[in-house]
Every structure is written in structure tokens, then in C-alpha cells.
């Protein structure tokens, strides 16, 4: 672990991590558009839902100082740094939701596509292994049987999601693991085989596409080699968000999901999104994803249901992302910090 490593409170895995060398810079809160027009309130209720489960000293201070009660603004400017973390790549904003899908318990006309809990053996075979062939089948593994295979791949691409019993009722599902193969994007491979131009890519656009294509929509998502398998979850209230990273139910529109090999879970996170709809708004991290690599990466999560995953699939945009650390680890990243 390095210093910068060390105040950031993680832990720097792997070589793709070590490589990327990120720079620090510290920023006033004057340089972060839009701050003064926030709902700083609802962002520190965000922060206070999480903050407990972080374990560096310094964070663990701060929560404890948020719980005696504070006027939101006033303690997020006493007490962190904003920080500009770059590793050299562009900032990209996207979006995610939680689906919400139908489903029966027992497998039937329509219901033909389980989700999986996470077998012992889950590296072992890739996306078109587990779905070409009976690899898990017949051993209990079987959470629910969905009715559409699609809802099935976004649902691992989103994490988690609700279905909607054909007996009545719900359950809630999350992410148990995955099968270690690297997460490819359906969407650019459609790109690169001439089919769409970049800007016309979304969710909706792909659901479509491999739903008017039969077997050769079927392959493309064979292109993502990346399976997620998952776990009921059904503790967490309908009224809450899905559980994210760490644990927690996530807030719609207050939750980005972040890179954790360069952003702390619970930090509050600003964000300045571009594009059709710009977003300046003080969001706390508290989930990950497979897609979501880099200090300058961020999904942002828009709520339930098709709505919402509607308007998650139209974000793509750029922008940038500053972090709240508390002001001694900020200054800790010193002399690498660009003042």
C-alpha cells in the first residue's frame, strides 16, 4: 500500500491499479459549479446512512461528528478538501437502475431463464457455457425463472433488480459474485460491426436489437463473456433501494457507483455531468461495478423500474468527479498533491 494509498484508506489491487498513477489536486469550494444551489441536507442523510461501516479514524471522526447534528453545507465545508483525482482518462458518467422483472418460482410455459446463485465453481465456464449448456441445472441453484432472457442479461449488468411473482408478491435480488471473465460492451460491439453509430447506442436500443434478431441477438450477448450470479436479498423494505457495495440500500439520484481502487465507499462524491441534461449535485459513493474502472468513472443511480432504466440508458456523458476527503487525508497525499 502507498501513501497516497494509505490516506485514501484502500487498498491498491492488482497491476492494473499500480499502474495507473493517479495525481491529486486540491480544490476550493468555489471551483465546484453549482455548489451553493445543492440540496446539501439530503446528500448528508445520504453520507449519516453509511458513513458507520467506514473504518479509516479520520472518516469514523467525521461520522460521529455528522450524528451529533450539523447544518449539512456548513459541516461539509469545515471539515473535507474537495480533491480532483486523474489517472489520465477522460471522465465518463453513465447510469444504472434496478429493474424490475416478472418471474415465477417454479419453471413454466413463459418462465425458462433462472437466475443463479453463485456456484462453487462459477469460474469455470463462460457466459455462452452457462446458457448453451445444463451446466448448473437440476442442482438447486435456481433463485426464480424469468420470462424474458434480455431482462435477464441487463439484470446482471444492473446487479440487482425486483421480480414480480406470477403467484403474487416480490423478491429482491442482489449481486453474489460473477465468474471472473472481463465485462465487454454489447453496445460498442454493435459499434464496431458497423450496425450503429456510438451516439445512438442505449439500453433500450440493444434490448431491441437482440429481440428483433433471434439467434444472432442471442450471440451478441455472448460478446460479454461476464456472468453474474446472485442472492435474495428480500430483508431490504419495497420502499428502499437495492442493497449496494456496501451493504446498504442506495439512494436514488444521491448514489454513484465508483471505482473503489481510487474513491473510499461512503466518501461524498461532486459531480459535474455534461451533456442534454447537465447534473452538478453532491452524491455519496456507495457502490462498484464491473464497467466501472478508472478515478474519473462514475454510474449514477436513477431509481426503479422502467422509468428509471429509461433514463439511466440515455446517460453518457462527460464531465468530472471530485472527491470530499477529510481535510487531514487530503493534505496527507502530499508532496504528490498539485496545488
Not at 491529486?24 to 446512512?49: K, R
Not at 439484470?155 to 416480490?170: E, N
Not at 447537465?278 to 457502490?287: E, F, G, T
Not at 422509468?307 to 487525508?329: C, E, H
Amino acid at each position: 500500500m502507498t501513501l497516497k494509498a494509505a490516506a485514501l484508506g484502500l487498498s491498491l489491487l492488482g497491476a492494473e491499479a499500480a499502474m495507473a498513477q493517479p495525481s491529486y489536486q486540491l480544490l476550493q469550494f468555489d471551483d465546484l459549479a453549482g455548489w451553493a444551489d445543492d440540496d446539501h441536507q439530503a446528500a448528508l442523510d445520504v453520507f449519516l446512512s453509511t458513513c458507520g461501516d467506514m473504518r479509516d479514524a479520520n472518516w469514523q471522526g467525521l461520522c460521529n461528528v455528522a450524528r451529533e447534528g450539523q447544518e449539512a453545507r456548513a459541516f461539509f465545508e469545515r471539515f473535507f478538501t474537495p480533491v480532483l483525482i486523474d489517472d489520465g482518462q477522460d471522465a465518463l458518467f453513465t447510469g444504472y437502475f434496478e429493474p424490475e422483472l416478472s418471474g415465477s418460482l417454479t419453471r413454466g410455459g413463459p418462465y425458462q431463464y433462472p437466475l443463479y446463485r453463485l456456484p462453487a465453481n462459477a469460474r469455470q465456464y463462460s457466459r455462452r457455457e452457462i446458457e448453451e449448456g445444463a451446466t448448473f441445472e437440476g442442482k438447486g441453484l435456481e433463485i426464480v425463472w424469468i420470462d424474458d432472457p434480455v431482462d435477464v442479461f441487463f439484470l446482471q449488468v444492473q446487479g440487482s433488480g425486483r421480480v414480480k411473482l406470477d403467484t403474487g408478491g416480490w423478491i429482491r435480488v442482489g449481486y453474489a459474485g460473477a465468474n471472473g471473465r472481463e465485462y465487454s460492451s454489447v453496445g460498442l460491439a454493435l459499434v464496431n460491426r458497423g450496425i450503429f453509430e456510438p451516439h445512438q447506442v442505449s439500453a433500450d436500443v440493444i434490448r431491441n436489437w437482440v429481440r428483433n434478431n433471434g439467434e444472432e441477438g442471442r450471440q451478441l450477448l455472448w460478446v460479454n463473456e461476464s456472468y453474474v450470479f446472485f442472492r435474495e436479498v428480500n430483508e431490504v423494505p419495497p420502499e428502499m433501494g437495492p442493497l449496494g457495495a456496501m451493504n446498504r440500500s442506495v439512494t436514488t439520484m444521491r448514489t454513484v457507483a465508483i471505482d473503489p481502487t481510487y474513491v473510499p465507499y461512503g466518501a461524498p462524491v461532486w459531480i459535474e455531468k455534461a451533456g442534454a441534461d447537465p447534473l452538478n449535485r453532491l452524491m455519496v459513493a456507495q457502490d462498484t461495478g464491473s464497467a466501472i474502472r478508472g478515478s474519473q468513472r462514475a454510474d449514477i443511480f436513477f431509481g426503479t423500474g422502467d422509468a428509471a432504466g429509461s433514463a439511466a440508458g440515455r446517460i453518457k456523458d462527460g464531465g468530472r468527479m471530485v472527491v470530499l476527503m477529510p481535510i487531514q487525508t487530503a493534505y496527507a497525499l502530499l508532496p504528490d498533491v498539485i496545488e
